[in-house]
């Protein structure tokens, strides 16, 4: 069992204690096959028929954690993120209105791929954030009532390469370059999603942490926001923002995102040809 499995294996462990009535569901393979939607029970993964956020319809068919490759606990069709939603992360007063900006599907990874730093990149940064997950269409949505079309929350690496990032007219190459997003290891439903503790660690150094409580736009009013604009489909995902400051990643380093209710991303930097 490498250390990535040993790792994942002990963030699932660790959700017995942390997610005390929630619900919690992943994707996985076997052998590189098919991918799967399963819900973690403590003897093992239940598989399910599709998303749980389509009902919770059981296969019958159960398979055990180390027998199977965790993928991202996510199917988006739209990927949004939110630009300094932290005030740690800001000078000078907060804006208006959210900073949003959307990054494509593809760029998603699982909690056991590594990030791949393009050849050309110099100045790749981690930043741990928060990503919710919608439950079900919405379109112009009040604040009030968004809480009813969060499905649930997972932990994200949301991975930026500033050189890009400053120099392009718009972000997508810089936050959005196939598999620069890293998310997982698991989708919890029933999580308080307005007070998860986010820890950032750098090959074992905390260097990021705050709590979804000092968002500057919550997720409920990110909900309400994007609807008014796009019709949000469920599965969609909506990152929270970063806090702090960040500092670059190169080949070989590991960077860990813990969420209080859902356990630990864990991904490896590696560099691309």
Known sequence: MNRFIIAIAASLFLLCSFTAGAQTFV???????????GMVH????????????????????????EDVKLEAPVDPTLVFMTAFNFRSHISGDPAEFPGLFIVPASSIIGPE?????????????????????IGKRAENV??????????????????????WQGGDIQWVRAKGSRGFNAVGPVLVQGADYKNIQITGRHNGEVVQGGNTSDLIFGMEEMVSYISTYFTLEPGDLIWSGTMGSTRAMVPGDVYEVELSAVGILRNEVVQGK
């Open 113 to 133: 791929d590594p990030i791949v730093r393009p050849a050309e990149s110099r100045n790749l940064h981690y930043e741990a954030e928060m990503a919710i997950v």
């Open 142 to 163: 009040s604040v009030e009532d968004a809480h009813e079309y969060i499905f649930g929350v997972t932990a994200g690496n949301d991975v930026s390469e500033r050189a």
């Open 27 to 37: 994707r996985y393979s076997e052998d590189g096959g098919e991918i799967h939607w």
């Open 42 to 65: 403590d003897d093992g993964i239940y598989e399910l028929a599709n998303a749980p956020y389509n009902g919770l319809v059981h296969t019958g068919e159960k398979v055990q954690r």
